[in-house]
């Protein structure tokens, strides 16, 4: 079993991806099922993956879109994928931990593929620290408010992760949420200049 704490990774995972312009939201909630799958076996070093299972947490309904973005997580170093093709063997996934074990500091994100992966980062600066932007709410949060709706959990990490990953500051989230739970747990970018103005437009006519 390693040696992962599982806030300290998420928050890692989450700053890699506001910093990947690469990555998007199939990514971020692909990403997110093989987390969690990751966490029930207590973070294995490597795990044995049920592609339907996956593909079911993820909500992804084909084959192609699956294996396109668990190819560019592999190769821009998110996991490593061993697959499998022995039709009773599962494949395998080793996720890369972003985070020194013994002291617990955040490690740089996943660079660019002409880049190494690195273990550790300088600590900012009190007033770097003081730019950084603010997220109103956290993963708590909404991870409470999804058990009282009687939403996945899962559907909280993917909600939590796609908004910190865009960077928008919102005390209405829970609006948000719950268009998010209605249009079965798929989220898309306003069309508007505002970050939510397109959510509550659509709550407006959707009468929430």
Same mark, same amino acid.
């Given at each position: 079993?390693?040696?992962?704490?599982?806030? =300290?990774?998420? /928050?890692?995972?989450?700053?890699?991806?506001?910093?990947?312009?690469? =990555?998007?939201?199939?990514?971020?909630?692909?990403?997110?099922?093989?987390?969690?799958?990751?966490?029930?076996?207590?973070?294995?070093?490597? =795990?044995?993956? /049920?592609?339907?299972?996956?593909?079911?947490?993820? !909500?992804?309904?084909?084959?192609?879109?699956?294996?396109? &973005?668990?190819?560019?997580? /592999?190769?821009?170093? &998110?996991?490593?994928?061993?697959? $499998?093709?022995?039709? #009773?063997?599962?494949?395998?996934?080793?996720?890369?931990?972003?985070?020194?074990?013994? $002291?617990?500091?955040?490690?740089?994100?996943?660079? *660019?593929? $002409?880049?190494?992966?690195?273990?550790?980062?300088?600590?900012?600066?009190?007033?770097?620290?003081?730019?950084?932007?603010?997220? =109103?709410?956290?993963? $708590?949060?909404?991870?409470?408010?999804?058990?009282?709706?009687?939403?996945?959990? +899962?559907? #909280?990490?993917?909600?939590?992760?796609?908004?910190?990953? *865009?960077?928008?500051?919102?005390?209405?989230?829970?609006? +948000? #949420?719950? +268009? %998010?739970? !209605?249009?079965? %747990? *798929?989220?898309?970018?306003? *069309?508007?200049?505002?970050?939510?103005?397109?959510?509550?437009?659509?709550?407006?006519?959707?009468? +929430?």
């Amino acid at each position: 079993m390693e040696r992962v704490n599982y806030i =300290i990774q998420l /928050n890692a995972i989450f700053e890699c991806f506001n910093k990947d312009a690469r =990555i998007k939201q199939g990514h971020i909630t692909l990403y997110l099922a093989f987390f969690q799958k990751w966490n029930r076996e207590f973070f294995k070093k490597t =795990i044995t993956v /049920n592609r339907e299972l996956i593909m079911e947490k993820a !909500k992804f309904r084909s084959k192609t879109t699956y294996h396109n &973005y668990l190819k560019d997580l /592999n190769n821009w170093g &998110y996991l490593k994928y061993f697959p $499998s093709y022995h039709p #009773a063997r599962g494949s395998k996934v080793q996720m890369t931990i972003f985070f020194n074990s013994d $002291s617990q500091k955040l490690a740089n994100c996943v660079p *660019k593929p $002409s880049q190494k992966l690195v273990t550790s980062i300088k600590h900012k600066t009190k007033e770097n620290l003081n730019k950084q932007p603010n997220v =109103i709410f956290n993963e $708590s949060e909404v991870a409470l408010f999804f058990k009282k709706n009687n939403w996945p959990e +899962i559907e #909280a990490l993917k909600f939590h992760a796609y908004i910190k990953s *865009k960077k928008w500051k919102t005390d209405n989230w829970q609006t +948000i #949420a719950k +268009i %998010f739970a !209605k249009n079965d %747990f *798929k989220l898309k970018e306003p *069309k508007t200049t505002s970050p939510i103005s397109g959510y509550v437009d659509n709550l407006k006519n959707n009468n +929430i």
